[in-house]
T-cell receptor, first 112, second 113 residues
Framework: KNEVEQSPQNLTAQEGEFITINCSYS?????LHWLQQHPGGGIVSLFM???GKKKHGRLIATINIQEKHSSLHITASHPRDSAVYIC??????????????FGTGTRLTIIP | ETGVTQTPRHLVMGMTNKKSLKCEQH?????MYWYKQSAKKPLELMFV???????ENNSVPSRFSPECPNSSHLFLHLHTLQPEDSALYLC????????????FGEGSRLTVL
Protein backbone atom coordinates (compact mmCIF):
# COMPACT_ATOMS: atom_id res chain seq x y z
CA LYS A 1 0.00 0.00 0.00
CA ASN A 2 1.26 3.46 -0.87
CA GLU A 3 2.61 5.66 1.86
CA VAL A 4 2.51 9.40 1.29
CA GLU A 5 4.69 11.91 3.08
CA GLN A 6 4.41 15.65 2.75
CA SER A 7 6.80 18.33 3.87
CA PRO A 8 6.75 20.71 5.51
CA GLN A 9 3.72 20.12 7.75
CA ASN A 10 3.38 23.85 8.37
CA LEU A 11 4.73 26.76 6.40
CA THR A 12 4.44 30.47 7.11
CA ALA A 13 5.74 32.98 4.58
CA GLN A 14 5.51 36.62 3.67
CA GLU A 15 3.34 37.76 0.80
CA GLY A 16 5.23 37.56 -2.46
CA GLU A 17 7.52 34.71 -1.47
CA PHE A 18 8.05 31.63 -3.64
CA ILE A 19 6.53 28.57 -1.97
CA THR A 20 7.49 24.91 -2.39
CA ILE A 21 5.58 21.98 -0.90
CA ASN A 22 6.91 18.45 -1.34
CA CYS A 23 5.26 15.05 -1.60
CA SER A 24 6.95 11.64 -1.63
CA TYR A 25 5.25 8.28 -2.12
CA SER A 26 6.42 4.70 -1.93
CA UNK A 27 4.65 2.74 -4.70
CA UNK A 28 4.57 3.41 -8.45
CA UNK A 29 1.43 5.21 -9.59
CA UNK A 30 -0.56 6.26 -12.64
CA UNK A 31 -1.21 9.81 -11.47
CA LEU A 32 -0.80 12.09 -8.49
CA HIS A 33 -3.32 14.65 -7.24
CA TRP A 34 -2.72 17.99 -5.56
CA LEU A 35 -5.70 19.30 -3.61
CA GLN A 36 -6.39 22.55 -1.76
CA GLN A 37 -8.53 22.66 1.37
CA HIS A 38 -9.75 26.00 2.67
CA PRO A 39 -10.60 26.69 6.33
CA GLY A 40 -14.28 26.00 5.70
CA GLY A 41 -13.42 22.43 4.78
CA GLY A 42 -14.21 22.27 1.09
CA ILE A 43 -11.57 20.67 -1.12
CA VAL A 44 -10.67 21.76 -4.63
CA SER A 45 -8.62 19.72 -7.06
CA LEU A 46 -5.63 21.75 -8.25
CA PHE A 47 -3.72 19.31 -10.42
CA MET A 48 -3.73 15.74 -11.57
CA UNK A 49 -0.45 14.79 -13.19
CA UNK A 50 1.34 11.67 -14.29
CA UNK A 51 4.56 13.12 -15.70
CA GLY A 52 6.51 16.32 -16.13
CA LYS A 53 5.02 19.62 -15.15
CA LYS A 54 1.70 21.46 -15.16
CA LYS A 55 1.02 25.15 -14.63
CA HIS A 56 -2.16 26.97 -13.73
CA GLY A 57 -1.82 30.66 -13.02
CA ARG A 58 0.69 31.08 -10.18
CA LEU A 59 0.66 27.39 -9.34
CA ILE A 60 3.12 24.90 -10.80
CA ALA A 61 3.20 21.17 -10.10
CA THR A 62 6.03 18.85 -11.04
CA ILE A 63 6.47 15.12 -10.72
CA ASN A 64 9.46 12.81 -10.99
CA ILE A 65 8.09 9.31 -11.49
CA GLN A 66 11.46 7.58 -11.07
CA GLU A 67 12.14 9.31 -7.76
CA LYS A 68 8.49 9.01 -6.62
CA HIS A 69 8.39 12.68 -5.75
CA SER A 70 6.24 15.66 -6.59
CA SER A 71 6.42 19.35 -5.74
CA LEU A 72 3.83 22.10 -5.72
CA HIS A 73 5.15 25.62 -6.22
CA ILE A 74 3.35 28.91 -5.72
CA THR A 75 4.87 32.03 -7.24
CA ALA A 76 4.18 35.54 -5.89
CA SER A 77 2.26 34.09 -2.94
CA HIS A 78 -0.79 35.94 -1.65
CA PRO A 79 -2.76 35.72 1.62
CA ARG A 80 -5.63 34.08 -0.28
CA ASP A 81 -3.27 31.14 -0.95
CA SER A 82 -3.47 30.33 2.76
CA ALA A 83 -4.93 26.84 2.93
CA VAL A 84 -4.01 23.22 3.50
CA TYR A 85 -2.42 21.58 0.47
CA ILE A 86 -2.90 17.83 0.19
CA CYS A 87 -1.13 15.30 -2.01
CA UNK A 88 -2.92 12.07 -2.95
CA UNK A 89 -1.89 8.99 -4.91
CA UNK A 90 -3.58 5.68 -5.80
CA UNK A 91 -3.20 3.13 -3.02
CA UNK A 92 -1.39 0.79 -5.43
CA UNK A 93 -0.42 0.87 -9.08
CA UNK A 94 -3.54 -1.17 -9.85
CA UNK A 95 -5.90 1.61 -8.84
CA UNK A 96 -6.86 4.99 -10.16
CA UNK A 97 -8.84 7.69 -8.44
CA UNK A 98 -11.26 5.22 -6.88
CA UNK A 99 -8.86 4.35 -4.09
CA UNK A 100 -6.46 7.07 -3.02
CA UNK A 101 -4.03 7.45 -0.16
CA PHE A 102 -3.79 11.01 1.15
CA GLY A 103 -0.97 12.89 2.77
CA THR A 104 -1.58 14.68 6.06
CA GLY A 105 -1.37 18.02 4.29
CA THR A 106 0.78 21.13 4.46
CA ARG A 107 -0.79 24.08 6.22
CA LEU A 108 0.32 27.23 4.41
CA THR A 109 -0.11 30.69 5.92
CA ILE A 110 0.81 33.77 3.88
CA ILE A 111 1.25 36.93 5.92
CA PRO A 112 0.45 40.26 4.26
CA GLU B 1 -18.46 25.85 -6.67
CA THR B 2 -17.31 22.36 -7.62
CA GLY B 3 -20.64 20.94 -8.78
CA VAL B 4 -20.92 18.67 -5.74
CA THR B 5 -23.38 19.82 -3.08
CA GLN B 6 -23.52 18.51 0.47
CA THR B 7 -26.20 19.10 3.09
CA PRO B 8 -26.29 19.86 5.91
CA ARG B 9 -23.02 21.76 6.29
CA HIS B 10 -23.13 21.37 10.07
CA LEU B 11 -24.85 18.74 12.19
CA VAL B 12 -24.93 18.20 15.93
CA MET B 13 -26.48 15.00 17.14
CA GLY B 14 -26.78 12.92 20.25
CA MET B 15 -25.58 9.37 20.44
CA THR B 16 -29.10 8.00 20.16
CA ASN B 17 -30.22 10.12 17.21
CA LYS B 18 -30.66 9.06 13.60
CA LYS B 19 -29.68 11.55 10.93
CA SER B 20 -28.59 11.54 7.30
CA LEU B 21 -26.03 13.39 5.21
CA LYS B 22 -26.86 14.10 1.60
CA CYS B 23 -24.66 14.59 -1.44
CA GLU B 24 -25.70 15.56 -4.95
CA GLN B 25 -23.75 15.92 -8.20
CA HIS B 26 -24.85 16.76 -11.71
CA UNK B 27 -21.47 16.44 -13.38
CA UNK B 28 -22.28 13.23 -15.21
CA UNK B 29 -19.91 11.23 -13.04
CA UNK B 30 -20.47 7.52 -12.50
CA UNK B 31 -18.72 7.21 -9.12
CA MET B 32 -19.42 8.81 -5.76
CA TYR B 33 -17.43 8.60 -2.55
CA TRP B 34 -17.71 9.27 1.16
CA TYR B 35 -14.53 10.34 2.97
CA LYS B 36 -13.97 11.03 6.65
CA GLN B 37 -11.52 13.66 7.86
CA SER B 38 -10.76 13.66 11.58
CA ALA B 39 -8.66 16.33 13.24
CA LYS B 40 -4.95 16.02 12.47
CA LYS B 41 -5.51 12.91 10.32
CA PRO B 42 -5.47 12.36 6.56
CA LEU B 43 -8.67 11.81 4.63
CA GLU B 44 -9.94 8.27 4.93
CA LEU B 45 -12.01 6.60 2.26
CA MET B 46 -15.23 5.17 3.68
CA PHE B 47 -17.38 4.05 0.76
CA VAL B 48 -17.27 4.04 -3.02
CA UNK B 49 -20.27 3.64 -5.30
CA UNK B 50 -19.89 3.00 -9.00
CA UNK B 51 -23.05 3.07 -11.09
CA UNK B 52 -25.10 2.91 -7.86
CA UNK B 53 -23.36 -0.27 -6.73
CA UNK B 54 -21.19 -0.24 -3.64
CA UNK B 55 -17.71 -1.31 -4.68
CA GLU B 56 -15.78 -0.41 -1.57
CA ASN B 57 -16.53 -0.54 2.14
CA ASN B 58 -13.35 0.39 3.90
CA SER B 59 -14.02 -1.43 7.20
CA VAL B 60 -16.52 1.17 8.27
CA PRO B 61 -18.68 0.41 11.35
CA SER B 62 -22.28 -0.53 10.64
CA ARG B 63 -23.54 2.59 12.42
CA PHE B 64 -22.68 4.31 9.12
CA SER B 65 -25.00 3.16 6.34
CA PRO B 66 -24.59 4.52 2.80
CA GLU B 67 -27.28 4.67 0.15
CA CYS B 68 -26.96 5.53 -3.53
CA PRO B 69 -30.44 5.64 -5.13
CA ASN B 70 -29.11 6.93 -8.46
CA SER B 71 -25.87 8.14 -9.98
CA SER B 72 -26.47 11.74 -8.88
CA HIS B 73 -27.32 11.23 -5.21
CA LEU B 74 -25.51 9.70 -2.28
CA PHE B 75 -26.60 9.51 1.35
CA LEU B 76 -24.85 8.57 4.55
CA HIS B 77 -27.29 7.43 7.21
CA LEU B 78 -26.06 7.82 10.77
CA HIS B 79 -27.35 6.04 13.86
CA THR B 80 -26.12 5.44 17.39
CA LEU B 81 -22.88 7.27 16.69
CA GLN B 82 -20.04 7.72 19.15
CA PRO B 83 -18.28 10.97 20.07
CA GLU B 84 -15.17 9.77 18.18
CA ASP B 85 -17.24 9.85 14.99
CA SER B 86 -17.18 13.65 15.17
CA ALA B 87 -15.39 14.71 12.00
CA LEU B 88 -15.74 16.38 8.62
CA TYR B 89 -17.49 14.09 6.14
CA LEU B 90 -16.69 14.83 2.54
CA CYS B 91 -18.47 13.61 -0.55
CA UNK B 92 -16.71 13.42 -3.91
CA UNK B 93 -17.49 12.28 -7.42
CA UNK B 94 -15.49 11.30 -10.48
CA UNK B 95 -15.33 9.00 -13.46
CA UNK B 96 -14.65 5.63 -11.87
CA UNK B 97 -11.39 3.79 -12.33
CA UNK B 98 -9.32 6.26 -14.26
CA UNK B 99 -6.84 8.81 -13.02
CA UNK B 100 -9.11 11.75 -13.53
CA UNK B 101 -9.91 14.61 -11.24
CA UNK B 102 -11.98 14.21 -8.08
CA UNK B 103 -14.65 16.81 -7.36
CA PHE B 104 -15.37 17.36 -3.68
CA GLY B 105 -18.27 18.90 -1.84
CA GLU B 106 -17.85 21.47 0.92
CA GLY B 107 -18.22 18.81 3.58
CA SER B 108 -20.60 18.18 6.46
CA ARG B 109 -19.11 18.87 9.87
CA LEU B 110 -20.57 16.41 12.34
CA THR B 111 -20.44 16.74 16.11
CA VAL B 112 -21.64 13.84 18.22
CA LEU B 113 -22.44 14.74 21.81
Amino acid sequence: KNEVEQSPQNLTAQEGEFITINCSYSVGISALHWLQQHPGGGIVSLFMLSSGKKKHGRLIATINIQEKHSSLHITASHPRDSAVYICAVPVTANFGNEKLTFGTGTRLTIIP
Amino acid sequence: ETGVTQTPRHLVMGMTNKKSLKCEQHLGHNAMYWYKQSAKKPLELMFVYSLEERVENNSVPSRFSPECPNSSHLFLHLHTLQPEDSALYLCASSHYGDSGELFFGEGSRLTVL
